[in-house]
């Protein structure tokens, strides 16, 4: 199949996922952790032959060696993947919650009800192990998905795919084409221009590639494309409680999208310097450079600012932050309030690090990623954010021209 | 203020928006809705000119006499439009809720709380009488607005603007700039290149429109493009029903995007030509046209199709439907709970008339429009449909890295 009959093939299959029960989810979700299991030495095999090119690709320079160490599947993740499927299976089922009831009229009810999305694009950079995540989220929910993986991990990336479709396909009743996975460049540019067929694409990777794809789809897209987060140090802050939380919130994963990359100090905060000097023992490059607040280091580097007062941070961070997760370290209750009230994030936190902004550590148990949207999800998505909700009406023959006509009125009354 | 610095002004309002009290914004409503019924006379002034530019229009057939109809402010129009201002003073304040609050260990508490979603761009058409409640249901929800309404009602949109304006100017500490109008085409073309300062737009008008946001913008757009709804009248529907229903569908408001356009018929359904013979007499040109399954007639006009069974009628409407409202007639139980679970539209009727798909109807109060997105919002879309939520966490100095490392484990406590 192409990538447009894929996509349609997808499409399809969104349909009959809609109605699927949570037993014959969960019961497809363990078949395919069962088959992972078996085929584990497939994978591994698979890997190899990835890992082998990548390495030329590190030697001529073309990738760096972090990606490489995401692309390699060791015993650790090969056992975190499976426990991962076991975890989606044991959290409640999205699909078919009742959001509310209202009685419009006698014998009229109305009923939201959560549904899933329907056909998910999701576009990863080099970790493999991704799939088996995303896959049983997807599965979870009840939406069909279209994979498309870094080129770099083709080979493992086709084998888990093809472990997992083996699964879903000795499935009684499962729908076909519920996971898919494509492969090329081109099929990204096709999959963006087929909205009307997919309904969300969830970029995971770099900003070049989050921003591309926001760039060139009508679909709504999900994520982030950058980690810009703040520490604002109020004057009353706890000299203790502020360095151990920059030195977490920068070291204890620099590349991540929720680790700092400005601090802004209050001008009256009393160890200023001391601070700076334990975040360089702490083995952070600590700066001070007005022209590189808008950038991401992903590096123990850490820019700082003095600022005048909790208006100036709060100003500073929603003019040059992304809105991901911005933290004031206080012991002014008031000025925590103000801050995460005004702070136009998806994270305000008082008195933590940045770095607790995460599905598993929010206890969603597991994210398809952190969004920076205005709308639909932000912060950490969930299973949740893999679904929306439909209206069902059901009535005994009501129209609507008694209403217009006023010989009857709506009682409007909610059941739940 | 030209274009740029309005929506920029609007942008630094929402933060102080997002923060406001529920009875700061109840009586900053309550001075607009006093306001404009102390100055209706200026209201009906400024109306009486857009008239009479509109009749020249109307004889140039520029303008088709329903738009001069909703262009057209009477006692009742003006009736409603303050009524519906205090009836959203009477709904719930939407903001600042708490959605949940999760203990993540001892002392660190997660909350999601509902907040705005910033800035609002409304684009419409022809109805001066939007304005006012587009603005109230904006103050309500905490969100600043950008309004650019249809240039035939610019003297009308702009007395109400004002009127609405020197109100909310006259209320202690409500911010500046939360509600703006613009009026040139030329302004929704810069509006809709402002991603970034706008969060989300809403088109409420024309197809064509609709289309031309959709397609012309990063900013998500938030409403639906057509409203191609089904009624589908299974083997065991009830003749009367289903002709009392279908009438309804199609003639209470025939331009309405909640209107009928085709029906289904089973092949096996008694009546069909009975039913058909009352459509016509209730005044409805009743056609059977496969090459316009995919129009909105917008008038007294039905298309029709005989289906084989429940699933061919479920495919055409999931085919060359827009995901709006699609009802079901019928005496069997498990067809109609086939049909609304596999239906993937917005609303999914049992024996009702699509027309019910209304946020008024729904109970909702008022509505800014409906929506055939599938992600943020779905159907009639009210004050919920105008927020999204943000993450609070409280810690008390906790840091990630004792969690990596396995020193201590979270806990995952819901308290809410």
């Known amino acids: 199949m192409n990538i447009n009959e894929i996509v349609k093939a997808a499409n399809k299959a969104k349909i009959k996922l809609m109605s699927?029960?949570?037993?014959?989810?969960?019961?497809a979700?363990?078949?395919?952790?069962?088959?992972?299991?078996k085929y584990e030495d497939k994978i591994y095999e698979a890997n190899k032959k990835?890992?082998?090119?990548?390495?030329?690709?590190?030697?001529?320079?073309?990738?760096?060696?972090?990606?490489?160490g995401r692309l390699k599947l060791d015993e650790n993740k090969m056992r975190d993947m499976i426990a991962g499927i076991?975890?989606?299976?044991?959290?409640?089922?999205?699909?078919?919650?009742?959001?509310?009831?209202?009685?419009?009229?006698?014998?009229?009810?109305?009923?939201?009800?959560s549904v899933p999305i329907g056909v998910l694009?999701?576009?990863?950079?080099?970790?493999p192990d991704v799939i088996a995540q995303i896959s049983s989220l997807a599965i979870k929910s009840g939406n069909a998905v279209i994979l498309k993986g870094g080129s770099e991990a083709n080979n493992t990336n086709a084998a888990i795919f093809e472990i997992i479709n083996e699964a879903l396909n000795n499935v009684d009743n499962f729908p076909k084409n519920a996971v898919n996975l494509v492969y090329s460049h081109e099929d990204i540019k096709k999959m963006l221009d087929m909205d009307g067929y997919i309904d969300l694409i969830i970029p995971r990777g770099s900003n070049k590639l989050v921003k591309f794809i926001q760039e060139n789809t009508k679909i709504p897209v999900l994520g982030h494309a950058s980690g810009i987060c703040h520490i604002f140090i109020d004057e009353t802050a706890d000299f203790d409680m502020a360095q151990k939380i920059c030195i977490d919130a920068k070291t204890q994963y620099p590349t991540a999208c929720n680790a700092v990359e400005t601090i802004l100090i209050h001008k009256n905060f009393k160890y200023c310097e001391e601070l700076k000097q334990t975040l360089i023992k702490a083995g952070i490059e600590v700066i001070e450079n007005p022209e590189e607040y808008g950038i991401e280091y992903s590096d123990t580097i850490l820019n700082t600012k003095i600022v005048e007062n909790l208006n100036e941070a709060i100003e500073h961070i929603n003019?040059?932050?992304?809105?991901?997760?911005?933290?004031?370290i206080t012991?002014?209750?008031?000025?925590?309030?103000?801050?995460?009230?005004?702070?136009?994030?998806?994270?305000?936190?008082?008195n933590t690090s940045t770095r607790f902004s995460d599905g598993f550590r929010y206890g969603f148990g597991a994210e398809v990623g952190i969004s920076t949207n205005k709308t639909h999800a932000r912060g950490p998505v969930g299973l949740d954010g893999l679904c929306i909700y439909k209206y069902k009406l059901i009535g005994t023959g009501q129209i609507v021209d008694v209403y217009a006509k006023g010989i009857k009125t709506?009682?409007?009354?909610d059941l739940k």
Chains 1, 2 share one sequence.
């Open 20 to 27: 699927l029960s949570s037993d014959k989810k969960n019961e």
């Open 86 to 113: 076991y975890d989606v299976i044991k959290l409640e089922d999205p699909v078919n919650k009742l959001i509310f009831a209202r009685q419009l009229d006698e014998d009229l009810i109305l009923k939201k009800v």
């Open 50 to 68: 990835d890992l082998e090119y990548a390495k030329t690709l590190v030697e001529q320079g073309k990738i760096t060696n972090a990606t490489f």
């Open 121 to 127: 694009g999701i576009i990863f950079e080099a970790r």
């Open 331 to 350: 012991n002014d209750e008031n000025n925590a309030e103000i801050f995460m009230n005004n702070v136009d994030s998806a994270g305000v936190f008082k």
């Open 319 to 328: 003019t040059f932050g992304s809105h991901h997760t911005d933290s004031i």
């Open 29 to 37: 979700l363990k078949a395919v952790a069962e088959n992972i299991k």
């Open 410 to 413: 709506f009682k409007h009354k």
